[in-house]
């Protein structure tokens, strides 16, 4: 068990939502579950979920590595994702992903060297109108993000890292 107890009772209130023949429904739950304790998806935890559900690893794996809110690889304490569609690169956010990376001299799948921030593309996010938009650990949607709205999100964070 890789997971603390809290965390497995997460995962069983949502495979109660399930057909009890069916407890793999609740794979994504699951893995966004363990995400959030451990911060990334190490394939021992892919497997720990995995065993859980009584599902093949294989099947929990092509889930966590087909969505990109999982992260199969360790990230900063902020992940931080440009929408780079179309109708937000054509609204700023082609300009907010490169201010992002001089402001943190980072470029996109990379991880600042103090760890704090980790920079990649994000798929539509399905706020077009509020381009350029952000998601910050996939949970926290950022719209209209000028230069000065990224500047103030940073110095947001570096405080939050600082609590």
Same mark, same amino acid.
């Given at each position: 068990?890789?997971?603390? &107890?809290?965390?497995? *009772?997460?995962?069983?209130?949502?495979?109660? *939502?399930?057909?009890?023949?069916?407890?793999?429904?609740?794979?994504? @739950?699951?893995?966004?579950?363990?995400?959030?304790?451990?911060?990334?998806?190490?394939?021992?935890?892919?497997?720990?979920? @995995?065993?859980?559900?009584?599902?093949?690893?294989? @099947?929990?794996?092509?889930?966590?590595?087909?969505?990109?809110?999982?992260?199969? *690889? =360790?990230?900063?304490?902020?992940?931080? $994702?440009?929408?780079?569609?179309?109708?937000?690169?054509?609204?700023?956010?082609?300009?907010?992903?490169?201010?992002?990376? &001089?402001?943190?001299?980072?470029?996109?799948?990379?991880?600042?060297?103090?760890?704090?921030?980790?920079?990649?593309?994000? &798929?539509?996010?399905?706020?077009?109108?509020?381009? =350029?938009?952000?998601?910050?650990?996939?949970?926290?949607?950022? $719209?209209?993000? $000028?230069?000065? *709205?990224?500047?103030?999100?940073?110095?947001?964070?570096?405080?939050?890292?600082?609590?």
């Amino acid at each position: 068990m890789l997971l603390s &107890e809290q965390s497995y *009772k997460k995962i069983d209130r949502e495979v109660a *939502k399930y057909p009890p023949d069916h407890k793999e429904s609740a794979v994504m @739950a699951a893995l966004a579950i363990a995400q959030d304790e451990k911060g990334w998806l190490p394939p021992e935890v892919m497997q720990d979920v @995995a065993d859980y559900l009584g599902m093949p690893a294989i @099947a929990v794996q092509e889930v966590a590595t087909f969505y990109n809110m999982y992260n199969v *690889k =360790p990230v900063g304490k902020y992940k931080i $994702s440009v929408c780079t569609n179309l109708p937000c690169a054509l609204s700023g956010g082609e300009h907010a992903g490169h201010y992002l990376q &001089e402001k943190l001299g980072i470029g996109y799948r990379a991880t600042s060297a103090d760890g704090q921030f980790t920079l990649v593309e994000g &798929e539509c996010m399905g706020a077009c109108a509020d381009a =350029p938009v952000m998601l910050v650990n996939n949970k926290r949607m950022c $719209s209209l993000m $000028s230069d000065s *709205k990224i500047d103030e999100l940073i110095d947001t964070l570096v405080e939050e890292a600082k609590k």
